[in-house]
């Protein structure tokens, strides 16, 4: 039912979704864009990360190195209780990694997987701060974006995600068809 719910509120809110192809300020394409500076501007409380493409190719069990010197630098600069990971993979082994490397971040399991809206409505409610005041950096349209979109919250297009087709080569080939097919649906129905 996730990919029927995806579709068809992909179509609904496709003008919205079409913008995180279009217009730069919605993209991002390395983590080191990111900082105190841009998130003040765009009046952000709290930055929401993906795990698969974001902070490392999918399957991964932590963070790839510049990947966790950037979350390192961030948790310094902003403080952990303004980061969150919401990942629709939190594989025991990922919530030990964050638990022992950055106990004070929040990692959001066990909510319905984006693109259902709830992660980030639950963040923004455990935060204390208005939804709109919340951005995601995922590297998909039809889960991470489609949420953001139905949550009300801000998001930031990851792209291009990070893979390792060398030790993933049917995974990752999967998800490049997804990401692909998405952009391709937005384009034509935007």
Not at 5 to 23: H, P, Q, S, V, W
Not at 29 to 51: G, P, Q, R, S, Y
Not at 66 to 72: E, G, I, Y
Not at 93 to 119: D, I, N, T, W
Request: include cysteine; charge should be positive; glycine fraction near 6%.
């Amino acid at each position: 039912m996730r990919w029927w719910y995806a579709i068809k509120n992909g179509y609904l809110l496709r003008k919205n979704l079409k913008k995180f192809l279009t217009c730069p300020e919605k993209q991002i394409h390395d983590l080191a864009e990111i900082t105190l500076e841009k998130l003040d501007n765009a009046e952000i409380a709290i930055l929401v990360l993906d795990f698969d493409g974001v902070l490392a190719a999918h399957n991964a069990k932590e963070p790839t190195p510049q990947a966790k010197a950037w979350l390192t630098k961030m948790s310094q600069t902003i403080g952990e209780h303004r980061l969150a990971i919401l990942t629709n993979k939190p594989k025991p082994e990922r919530l030990a990694y964050f638990a022992k490397e950055f106990p004070s971040l929040f990692v959001l399991h066990g909510v319905r997987k984006k693109p259902y809206p709830e992660g980030l409505v639950m963040i923004a409610q455990y935060r204390g701060v208005s939804a709109h005041r919340i951005v995601l950096v995922d590297d998909r349209l039809l889960t991470g974006m489609l949420a953001t979109c139905l949550g009300y919250t801000q998001g930031w297009y990851f792209r291009p995600p990070k893979t390792n087709y060398w030790k993933n080569p049917i995974v990752e080939a999967f998800f490049s068809f997804l990401r692909v097919s998405e952009r391709l649906f937005i384009r034509i129905v935007g």
